[in-house]
């Protein structure tokens, strides 16, 4: 495992109706990042289609493939053309009627590492993401791969602390965060600022919190499925472990690249030692859904 | 309790060696407060000395108190007077050698509501706080008082996203946060900024993962006690439950109001839901120190 330094890229694109244009598109970049020097290049969500949960319909669950299956095939051999490990978001079909929104860890001789299914399902207009896919039962996980100690969130999970925490604890060194997010075109005007400000702010957060690089690969373009569309917003970033952001994605189509230092972990948490105080004795609420009534 | 808004203060200030003189201003500028229309008022963290954790002596003991004492008796008849909440961080002696930093909810009949003594305790070069306060075995608390549901962390507690969690499940709609935070002379002109940008990431990212409004309220000043001293950061600040900052101070001795939109809370909540896909079956791991080794 390296120890000084990680080289991660982050293939920020955007999707056609084909799949097979986004895949070629995938490995073209993926490649790319690699001859750049990138020893862990991450896609976006679901990158081998648009966004399909912008509406509910059964013949979708066509897109859908085993893992492995053709997407992480393709990708597989160019980890093992290019010696990257590669993050590869799939639609995974594991049986009929059962389906997860799936990151498969690919290491850089092209073997499967592991794969991390979505815990965190989210569901609301233009996301029907439960429809699709049921929730994840991984459990959160790490992947100690050749490059480097990683950890596999999928977009929706960026907003709990618990699966970041739960990656730190387990010694992840970068979390990375393929994301499909967007501006719904009635919202943009009004809410579209202090939406990117948010999702930037709690990934920020679970970097100071637990002293890791966050690495947040969102897809780009305007994508019309059904009604008005939506405006994915790109804003791809890598902060360091103390919040910073090192470098971003403006809304197009490009590959972010940051050298993760290793050594700057070490000291950010060697000056504000969060894990040290943690009251692991008082904790056990978070475990309830809600809890109803204070004694 | 108030459906609608409930308008807090938050009262910066800056201490002299003079506990009778902190005691007087931290009246003074409560009242003030309240006769601007505040219901709850929040003062900093150990408001009645100068930050004595610059330095460890065993003499500075002397300045603890017991619960009820001069500090909340003083603060106590200001409640009750001007009809308002208040949260009073003191230096607490719970018995001989055994001392916490406890922060005592006082309604508005003058009355205490409870206490919560910090659980999170930091001990750093110049913050040497396990020298002098025994870790808070309350669990993390949150209070019905008259003129809202709050939760009332300390400080070091707010880098802890455990904590404004547990403080949300239990109800609480604002999160308070007194607060000690300054600059080291050495390393304001390298790091100041990036910490106070971390320090505001970290409670704003509270109050988006759990659609809560979030108070934080430091000291201000120099405080010259040992060696170069500490420069008190201010910047105080509210931030909403989309994790917009609503209100913030500068460096200066100042009183910040608000008033928390209880129907904002319940319509950011309603369109970002992330408590309703949490996953607790999932989150127990988060009850270890460190998980050596994925299996």
């Not at 001859?35 to 679901?46: D, F, S, T, Y």
């Not at 597989?76 to 990151?103: C, D, Q, W, Y």
Request: net charge negative; glycine share 6%; proline share 5%.
């Amino acid at each position: 495992m390296t120890d000084k330094n990680i080289k991660i890229a982050l293939v920020q694109m955007s999707m056609t109706e084909s799949v097979n244009e986004n895949l070629a598109k995938a490995c073209a970049k993926t490649r790319e990042a690699a001859k750049n020097g990138a020893q862990i290049v991450c896609l976006p969500e679901l990158f081998a289609s648009q966004y399909f949960c912008q509406q509910q319909h059964p013949d979708i669950f066509d897109l859908a493939e085993s893992i492995p299956g053709p997407t992480t095939t393709a990708m597989a051999t160019v980890a093992k053309e290019m010696n990257i490990v590669i993050l590869v978001s799939v639609f995974e079909k594991r049986t009929p009627g059962l389906h997860h929104n799936t990151l498969v860890v690919i290491e850089a001789d092209g073997t499967i590492a592991g794969l991390y299914r979505k815990m965190h399902i989210p569901d609301d207009p233009l996301f029907f993401e439960k429809y699709y896919f049921a929730p994840g039962d991984t459990g959160f996980k790490t992947f100690e791969t050749s490059k480097g100690h990683i950890a596999a969130l999928v977009c929706w999970d960026q907003w709990y602390p618990e699966a970041a925490r739960i990656a730190a604890l387990k010694g992840a060194k970068i979390i990375f965060y393929p994301t499909a997010i967007g501006w719904h075109p009635d919202e943009k005007e009004e809410y579209g600022e202090r939406q990117v400000s948010a999702w930037m702010t709690i990934q920020r957060s679970h970097a100071i919190a637990n002293g890791v690089f966050v690495a947040a690969v969102n897809r780009c373009g305007f994508e019309k499925i059904v009604g008005k569309g939506l405006e994915f917003w790109g804003h791809s970033f890598v902060s360091d472990p103390f919040g910073r952001v090192m470098t971003q994605a403006e809304q197009d189509e490009t590959i972010l690249y940051h050298d993760c230092d290793l050594a700057l972990l070490e000291d950010t948490r060697r000056n504000w030692p969060f894990l040290r105080d943690r009251r692991i004795d008082a904790y056990d609420p978070i475990l309830n859904r809600y809890i109803d009534k204070e004694e």
